[in-house]
């Protein structure tokens, strides 16, 4: 695989008392605005242990995200600002966010294990992926699949910078977890998933 790190974490501690109030100042106005913003205290705990996780990160390169600059692509990919050499990606579930970094773009998704209602198998999957998930042998390895594929997805559509108004690519799994493309990818993408406390990660790294 290309150079990239991910790291995954909990974004539980933000919860104590005082601690996200502690945190704000050690961000960037770009990443505390987007903290604000979420209503609830959840979302604000994802959004703000995201940067801290990125925080950590670009300090292995000698940088702080507090002093991050941010330009956004076409559909509002954020990047680092006089940074070119630099790629990031950010997600979050549940309580865990995940923070992909490295000299090519990427994108990441981290997603609890789901248990999918036929609406959104529907929504979400073509005939093909479909026939794939009804072949797994029970409920738990159908909403593992499911999840995976879904990672797998909005992984690719957040590497290549074009988000949701992507035409989001098919894919199988195989038994050993390899994943095959069921159409041409452009640019071409090497993929990785793993699972962590219940959630499926998957980054995808334009190579």
């Given at each position: 695989?290309?150079?990239?790190?991910?790291?995954?974490?909990?974004?539980?501690?933000?919860?104590?008392?005082?601690?996200?109030?502690?945190?704000?100042?050690?961000?960037?106005?770009?990443?505390?605005?987007?903290?604000?913003?979420?209503?609830?205290?959840?979302?604000?705990?994802?959004?703000?242990?995201?940067?801290?996780?990125?925080?950590?990160?670009?300090?292995?390169?000698?940088?702080?995200?507090?002093?991050?600059?941010?330009?956004?692509?076409?559909?509002?990919?954020?990047?680092?600002?006089?940074?070119?050499?630099?790629?990031?990606?950010?997600?979050?579930?549940?309580?865990?966010?995940?923070?992909a970094l490295g000299g090519h773009?990427?994108?990441?998704?981290v997603q609890t294990i789901v248990?999918?209602?036929?609406?959104?198998?529907?929504?979400?999957?073509?005939?093909?992926?479909?026939?794939?998930?009804?072949?797994?042998?029970?409920?738990?390895?159908?909403?593992?699949?499911?999840?995976?594929?879904?990672?797998?997805?909005?992984?690719?559509?957040?590497?290549?910078?074009?988000?949701?108004?992507?035409?989001?690519?098919?894919?199988?799994?195989?038994?050993?977890?390899?994943?095959?493309?069921?159409?041409?990818?452009?640019?071409?993408?090497?993929?990785?998933?793993?699972l962590v406390a219940g959630s499926?990660?998957?980054?995808?790294?334009?190579?």
């Open positions: 695989m290309v150079d990239c790190v991910v790291k995954v974490a909990s974004v539980e501690p933000l919860g104590a008392p005082g601690a996200l109030v502690d945190a704000l100042p050690l961000l960037s106005h770009y990443r505390r605005d987007k903290v604000i913003r979420y209503r609830f205290d959840r979302g604000k705990w994802l959004s703000a242990g995201a940067g801290l996780l990125l925080d950590n990160m670009l300090m292995e390169h000698g940088l702080r995200e507090r002093d991050m600059q941010y330009v956004e692509g076409e559909h509002g990919k954020p990047a680092l600002a006089g940074h070119p050499d630099l790629h990031f990606n950010l997600s979050h579930s549940g309580t865990l966010v995940a923070c773009p990427v994108g990441v998704d248990n999918p209602s036929p609406g959104l198998v529907n929504y979400t999957l073509d005939e093909r992926e479909i026939a794939h998930l009804e072949a797994q042998a029970d409920d738990e390895s159908k909403s593992l699949y499911f999840t995976k594929l879904w990672t797998l997805k909005e992984s690719y559509a957040k590497a290549t910078g074009t988000g949701l108004t992507h035409s989001f690519p098919s894919f199988a799994i195989e038994a050993d977890g390899n994943t095959i493309p069921l159409s041409p990818l452009y640019p071409p993408v090497t993929f990785k998933t793993v499926v990660v998957t980054v995808a790294i334009i190579t």
